[in-house]
């Protein structure tokens, strides 16, 4: 065989050009009949990780659950609520949920649906910020008699290898019974920034509250968002390895999950004993990767009272060894197993700390403390407006006071009585007294509270004693119950029942009117005075009782209007029209402004939580309803309450609650006042949204309402 | 001889002339200054009688103005220049004044805030827990939102219990008239931790317009009355914000003219005060 190169390319001769030919297709024959070989094996690769995948999903989904959360947050001064969704997976017979802390955080109620659709009720059994897990627990008794929960295992993460095969099981954005498929991209990751001191990120997750201190994550890339928060992580032999707790929307897909090993232990407490204990040591380390240090880890801060504090232990410390045991954390990586271990001691453990100041070698014993809860109880006070929060030792620790007896005040309602106290109170102030009663919590305080508002009448002023930056102070408020406040009249003024577009000159040219400017009639509202008269869409209006109507602009719509508002209610207008051409001369009685939508009267309903407004002739109008509609108008809808949840909308036109018609706002208020005595479980509102009429079933909760 | 005897006449006549002339710029100069004098005590005049026979009417109204953005709610404290207006305390404002700041800077905005907002949902804004001060009392009596013509910018406000007091006001029945080239005074009241002392501007009416209705143009607080000259109260300070719909092009002008105080001829004002008296507050959110 021989190949001849020319300036055209390769050519090669006959013969080589037959033996090439036939070796290629001797080499092509091998090469297909192993990609022939291989097929089968590919596919059965596919086709067992397929299977593998199906079984893992077909061991957890039936148990995994979607949870809605109402939540109470405050916010100036007023509690509000709202509604989040997340994630959880059955995990007892009895009908424990785990979750994370953030989806049951500041949880007033909670729902969940399980994988056949049907909604039940949960209580919160207990929650742990530290490692952000809780357990929530379903209602049982709506189940049938004979019914089990279908229940997920617990899994080792201690097993998982990088590149192992992880799902992500949840409700990503809402969308129930999703789950994606991804591998371990790390099985030990802290969540550190490369450019924050390791302290600085501690603090940076809240300082009453440092989650992800004590453990590492799993981090994978199974896709997860907002939803599969408390959602589980499933190895492919169906077993929960993790909780999906965070992910990250910046460098693609990357889930963080608290892993089984954490889990499994902090579920187990909650059930028990609804909450975590841990020892406490008021130590803040620092790995000695920048320090100049070899060995040993660094203080970095000590709590004052604490434990380390009480042991002589002080900010620049090395500390050694612990327990006789060297220690060196030179990685940031490194901290969470410390902390770990020092929290899960007894309470009340004695530990022996080696450790160097200033070259000098020496030792100490500490006696740990319990960790004490981080955040208090929340409440709002309604009718002295403001909100509080139980101070915990943590909280008082963290804003130095002397000590966590008094309430703390988090947000003040402006224009209430909290705010125009003399001196008005503040957010950050601490109630110590109420009408020189000592508060020490916020169940006396409560207490004090309710003891005044239930009074009738109301006291006139209410003494509190509180606490501002180290100084003791005293104001006076009036207790007021929260005001409907009220719509002026507006004064009533002519108006012909039209509307109009100014005409000028080049328009006027157009529609074959010359240089006659005026104002073009472009409706004529039904049941007014006008449309019983001769007017008629079309007519080009050039004069108001012989007063010639020119526009000052293409835009100058309401010049009309303002002309007519000039004259009296009741007077006949005298319109001069062209129309087709010719001029007419059409006589309107002028009768009072319609209330417009801005006037129109509003009504809140505080049980519900929501309000609506009265429907006006420009509703009617506009929206095309028959001429005798009745209703009133959704103008607000607070999420997290009864309405909200019930799915109640803005711009809903509420018809009907129950069997009663609203027709008026006095109707609706006394519906919600009977409803209000009657306490059903659930109230039937009907209503029009867009075109069509939809049922909603308002579920109540009437116990939540305490008296505020 | 006879030229010299001339020329003395004529040298003897332009003395005369020249010190005719110098005492009379001499007068004229001094009864200029007199006047000018004169002019200064009449002014000071008028603004002592101002400050001591129409100030007492002069208000402030505290309220809280809640704003609903978006669906966030936002509530500020605010304040307003008022006038009283009866003896049994109802009190007129400007409608404007009663606004969120929010509210109000979209309302004078108009058509730019409109243009750059587009899309968005409106402002809802609400006024409550109104209080009237009367002068630098210590007291604030609850007052209510009984009437307003959002045409003419006009809100009258009405103290809930004024225990039989009767409140000194200002009576715009018995009016001056004003023209272009007029000048007029104004007060109003300053902040609380100014004592709410009562304060007088002044300035001249720098024209008329008929479109969108017959007003005067000055400056001035709007909210505030206007005097003439003489201390007679002549009309109302009110702001005229583009109507719905209309849309202005930006200008430095149009933005400028913004800060001018429009004047309602107290004529107009009465009118409305007669169907305002009656008007009570109804039953809302």
Redesign the interface.
Known sequence: MGMVCSRKGFRLSGCSAWATGLLALAVGSVGLANARAEEPKAKSVTAELKDAIARARDRVFPALVSIVTVREYQQ?GRQRLARSGGSGTIISEQGHVVTNAHVSEDGARFKVILSDKRELDAKLIGEDPLSDIAVIQIDLSKLGPDEKLPVAQFGDSSELDIGDYVMAMGAPWGMSRSMSLGVINNNDRVLANFFMDDADYEASLNSDQPTGSYYRWLQHDAAIAPGNSGGPLVNLKGEIVGVNTRGSFFGGDMGFASPSSVVQDIAAQLVTGGEVVRSHVGIKFKPIKTTGHDYGVFVNSVDEGSPADKAGIKPGDLITAVDGQSITIRYVEELPELMRNLSTRKVGSQIKIAYERDGQKTETVLTTEKYEKDRGDREELKKWGFTVQDLTPRMAHNRRLPSDEGVLVTGV???RPA?KAKPPLQAGDVVLAVNGVGVVDLAVLMKAYQQSTNQDPMPKYVRIDFEREAGRYVTILEPKDE???????????AWIGIEVQPVVKDMAKEIGIQDQEGFRVTRIYEQTKVAASDLKVGDVITALNDRPQKP?SD?????FQ?EV??LDIGSQAGLTVLRNGQEAKVSVELEPAKKTIAEA????NRDFDF?VREITFFDIANRRWKPDTKGLLVTEVEQGGWAGVGHLRLDDLLLRIDDVEIDS?KTFKQVMEQIAEKRPEKVRFLVLRDIETRFLFVETDWDSLVVK | MQNLMLSKIVGLAASVCFVGAWTAFAADKDDFEKFREQAEARKKETINKLMKDQAPAIVTIEFIAKESIMGQEQKNEMEATGVMVSADGLVLTANSRLQGMMSMAMKMAGGMMGGMMGGMPPIQSDTENLRVVVGNETVEYEAKLVARDSDLDLAWVRIVDPKDRKYSYLDFNDAAKLEIGDSYYTISRMAKRFDRVPTVGSSTISAAIENPRPLLVGAGSFGSPVFDSNGKVAGFIITQPPEEGESEAVSLDGLMTMGNGFILPAPKLVEALKQAKDAKPTEGK
């Open positions: 100036n309602d402006v224009g705010q005001e409907q406040s009220e719509r002026p009249a507006e004064l009533a003024k000052r835009e100058d719509y309401a010049a303002r508002k000039k009267e509003r009504l809140k309000e706002l």
